[in-house]
């Protein structure tokens, strides 16, 4: 009890003896920063400030009415060297464009656990946010807009995390960087309602495992969220849109789980490329010109459930044998042609993507042009009671009649294709 008593009276004597620095236009931002104390918290009211900070106590640099940190093209705006630091309420820019550098806006170098970034405006430059080696962070609501003058090679990511674990990103707002938010060797992040557009990548994700990326939406870029060599991750509830290949790819991917998502709009809505053991549920699929790329041997993956709506192509599938989806609950497919005589919401003839006729489209893409033609629905008949012109497919034996999703048409509408 005693302890207690004394640890509580070290914690208030502590705050207590917390100080506001202020600096105003004029003044240095990097003096104050020497002169405060761990804890402190230096206050810059709004103006411009061209330096370069390096933060190496624990302290808040807390701007007021949004105060511009410029690094004036050079090296970075902000760098982190300590644990503890909140960066917070302000604009900052014109790093550096040296990628071997890795010049960014804000810097947080290894061993600086525990920093938050929130609620500031990341403009113009190579990279918006490094992390590496850094446990705990928080980004928070953050607005980061790359160097769209550059090419798309030439420009840093919008958010790195590298070499990290308990890293929170939620709420930015990422675009016009190479790719949005890339990750790598990280683990038990949480990627939560973050908005990225205009990038090659809206995620670039990799060897991190036991991990959450939800409710984010990204758009109108090369392609959404590219999950790669991963284990042990939740994808749910974003929506992947525009891009000019896939919505999600999940590659090298197992023991996950992809539900509730919305792909509508791109070349490929999935990619699934050497993906086994996962959960993949609930997802809209809507108005892509390929619903789904399988390949590399992704089997034994639970696909229940979901709604495949409008694709020019529902799924692409070459392997040497099946793939059973629905297994526990079948899944929508707009071009099914089968019936339901015993009105069980079922069809009663299996669904199959990919035969005979699909094969052929491929090779020949005018043939799309006669897809209605009684001369292809014979042969796609034809194809079916000779097992030998039988191509192997998805095949699923329960296929819903209708969609599981009430507000699909509203995807239809805002994304034709």
Not at 142 to 158: K, T
């Amino acid at each position: 009890m005693a302890l207690r008593i004394a640890t509580l009276l070290a914690l208030a004597c502590g705050s207590a003896s917390a100080a506001v620095v202020p600096v105003a236009p004029g003044q240095s931002i990097a003096a104050a920063i020497e002169r405060a104390r761990p804890g402190d918290t230096v206050l810059v009211a709004r103006g411009t400030y061209r330096e370069h900070l390096r933060i190496d106590k624990p302290l808040t640099l807390q701007g007021q009415g949004k105060p511009t940190i410029s690094a004036g093209g050079s090296g970075d705006a902000i760098r982190i060297t300590a644990a503890g630091v909140t960066v917070a309420g302000l604009v900052v820019r014109d790093s550096g464009i040296d990628l071997t550098a890795q010049n960014a806006a804000v810097y947080v170098t290894p061993g600086s656990h525990r920093v938050t970034i929130a609620d500031c405006d990341i403009l113009a430059s190579l990279f918006g946010i490094w992390l590496e080696g850094s446990d705990d962070v928080r980004l928070l609501r953050n607005v980061i807009r790359g160097r769209a003058d550059l090419l798309s090679a030439a420009r840093g990511n919008g958010i790195q995390v590298y070499a990290t674990r308990g890293a929170q990103v939620i709420g930015n707002h990422v675009s016009d960087s190479r790719d949005g938010i890339y990750v790598d060797v990280s683990r038990d992040a949480l990627f939560r309602g973050n908005r990225i557009h205009d990038v090659r990548y809206g995620t670039h994700y990799m060897n991190t495992n036991h991990s959450t990326w939800e409710d984010n939406e990204v758009y109108r870029s090369r392609a959404g969220l590219a999950l790669m060599e991963v284990r042990d991750i939740v994808v749910r509830r974003n929506v992947a849109w525009g891009h000019a290949d896939h919505g999600i790819m999940l590659r090298t991917i197992q023991d996950s789980v992809i539900e509730d998502n919305v792909v509508a709009g791109n070349d490929r809505g999935f990619f699934i490329y050497d993906a086994e053991y996962n959960v993949v549920r609930r997802n809209l699929v809507i108005n892509n010109r390929t619903g789904v790329h399988l390949s590399a041997g992704s089997s034994n993956n639970r696909v229940d459930d979901n709604d495949f709506i409008g694709n020019e192509e529902q799924v692409r599938f070459v392997a040497a044998r099946d793939v059973l989806w629905g297994r526990e609950r079948g899944n929508y497919w707009s071009n099914y042609s089968g019936w339901d005589q015993d009105g069980d919401a079922s069809g009663d003839v299996p669904y199959e993507a990919n035969d005979l006729v699909d094969r052929l489209s491929w090779r020949y893409p005018l043939m799309k042009l006669l897809g209605a033609s009684p001369a292809l629905q014979t042969l796609r008949f034809v194809a079916r009671q000779f097992p030998l012109l039988r191509a192997p497919s998805v095949v699923d034996r329960h296929p819903r009649m209708r969609p599981a999703s009430t507000d699909w048409k509203k995807w239809h509408d805002i994304y034709p294709h």
